[in-house]
């Protein structure tokens, strides 16, 4: 079981990082995440945020389901709690000391030999993570930081004081993934989420798909995982009878 759990690990994220490095080397952010006045004009004085003319997107399903190039500063499906450097480097520590823990609690469910749906489940949130720590851990170290990108700021101003901290745990977590479908015009509002017009806005990468799947599998579970144990408790409990 544990070459198994440690296989389906290696293979997440391998993927993981291969889609995002690919991402980030062959494709190009869209104009909206572009700061303009970040670029210096050519030497026919025309700014091109795209000199190398990469691919923006990929309608991988039209009109459903398509690929671009983004990064954020947060957690999963761009998660974050603050905008100042101390909200990064607090995330990025806080999901160190998680994957320390889960991987803790894995290796101990693959010692106890626990059911593999389970194990599986917590092996899909530990990739997922992981996959996105390295992100924050090595990226900086490996690509440069691009102020001409509205990611690479703290701030909508956009100024070099805005611009976000490099280093280790300061890493963006590139994105890619993202559905197209809109809510249709009869909708009411308040049932959107935000203030988008996308029924599921957020941009995400394979890694935040292993962590929906791992918690996803948990919860469709949860009775027997959980209920198991709980029978089990009851009739190790022992009952009395009153008699009058």
């Not at 994220?13 to 572009?34: E, F, N, R, S």
């Not at 924050?136 to 004081?161: K, R």
């Not at 280790?168 to 935000?194: A, C, K, Q, Y």
Request: some cysteine.
């Amino acid at each position: 079981m544990a070459k198994k759990i440690i296989f389906i690990i290696l293979l997440i994220l391998t993927v993981d990082q291969v889609v995002k490095i690919w991402v980030k080397t062959q494709m190009a952010p869209t104009p909206g995440q572009v700061v303009f006045h970040q670029l210096e004009p050519d030497e026919d004085g025309v700014i091109a945020y795209n000199p190398n003319h990469k691919p923006e997107e990929y309608k991988l399903i039209p009109g459903f389901f398509e690929m671009t190039y983004t990064e954020n500063q947060g957690m999963a499906f761009g998660t974050k709690i603050s905008n100042a450097w101390w909200g990064k480097l607090f995330l990025s520590v806080f999901r160190l000391l998680a994957i320390i823990g889960i991987g803790y609690y894995l290796y101990t469910l693959i010692r106890e030999q626990k059911g593999f749906g389970f194990i599986l489940s917590i092996g899909l949130i530990f990739a997922g993570a992981f996959g996105n720590l390295i992100d924050s851990m090595l990226y900086d170290f490996i690509f440069p930081l691009e102020p001409q990108y509205t990611f690479n700021y703290t701030c909508s101003d956009f100024t070099n004081e805005c611009l976000r901290p490099s280093g280790f745990l300061f890493g963006n977590v590139v994105d890619m993934f993202h559905f197209t479908v809109e809510w249709p015009s009869w909708w009411p509002g308040w049932l959107r989420i935000g203030d988008s017009e996308r029924v599921f806005p957020a941009i995400f990468n394979v890694a935040d798909i292993s962590i929906t799947f791992g918690v996803g599998m948990i919860i469709l579970r949860y009775r027997s995982i959980f209920g198991k144990k709980k029978e089990s408790v009851e009739e190790e409990t022992p009952t009395t009878e009153v008699t009058e």
